[in-house]
C-alpha cells in the first residue's frame, strides 16, 4: 500500500518561511512526476509547483520567485520550501505524486492528507 506523508505546515507570520516535506512509502517502483497543490476556504484546488523525474520544474505565477520544489530520489521525498510568505498563501497543502507501481510500467496517482499553512500576524 502506497502513503504520501507531509510535514511542515505551521502558522508563520507574513514574510516568515516554511518548508514543507512529503514522503512517499509502500510497494513503490518508481516516482514518475511530484507536485504541490493547495485549497483555499471556499476555493478550488490549485497547483502550486510541479517537478519532473528529470528534474525540471515549473510554478504557479502567484508563487514565482517565492517558492522552490525539489525533491530527494533516494528518500523518495518532495519539499517545498516557501519564503516571503503572504497571507494569501494561506491554504491546506496537498502532495502529489503520479508513481510506477510495478515494473512494467503501471502508473497511479497519490494524494497526501494535505498539511495547513496559515500566514497570519
Known amino acids: 500500500q502506497v502513503q504520501l506523508v507531509e510535514s511542515g505546515g505551521n502558522l508563520v507570520q507574513p514574510g516568515g518561511s516554511l518548508r514543507l516535506s512529503c514522503a512517499a512509502s509502500?510497494?513503490?517502483?518508481?516516482?514518475?512526476?511530484m507536485a504541490w497543490y493547495r485549497q483555499a476556504p471556499g476555493k478550488q484546488r490549485e497547483l502550486v509547483a510541479v517537478?519532473?523525474?528529470?528534474?525540471?520544474?515549473g510554478y504557479a505565477d502567484s508563487v514565482k520567485d517565492r517558492f522552490t520544489i525539489s525533491r530527494d530520489n533516494a528518500k523518495n521525498t518532495v519539499y517545498l520550501q516557501m519564503n516571503s510568505l503572504k497571507p494569501e498563501d494561506t491554504a491546506v497543502y496537498f502532495c502529489?505524486?503520479?508513481?510506477?507501481?510495478?515494473?512494467?510500467?503501471?502508473?497511479?496517482?497519490?494524494w497526501g492528507q494535505g498539511t495547513q499553512v496559515t500566514v497570519s500576524s
Open positions: 502529489y505524486a503520479d508513481l510506477s507501481i510495478t515494473s512494467w510500467g503501471q502508473r497511479r496517482n497519490y
Open positions: 509502500g510497494s513503490i517502483f518508481a516516482i514518475n512526476n
Open positions: 517537478i519532473t523525474t528529470g528534474g525540471s520544474t
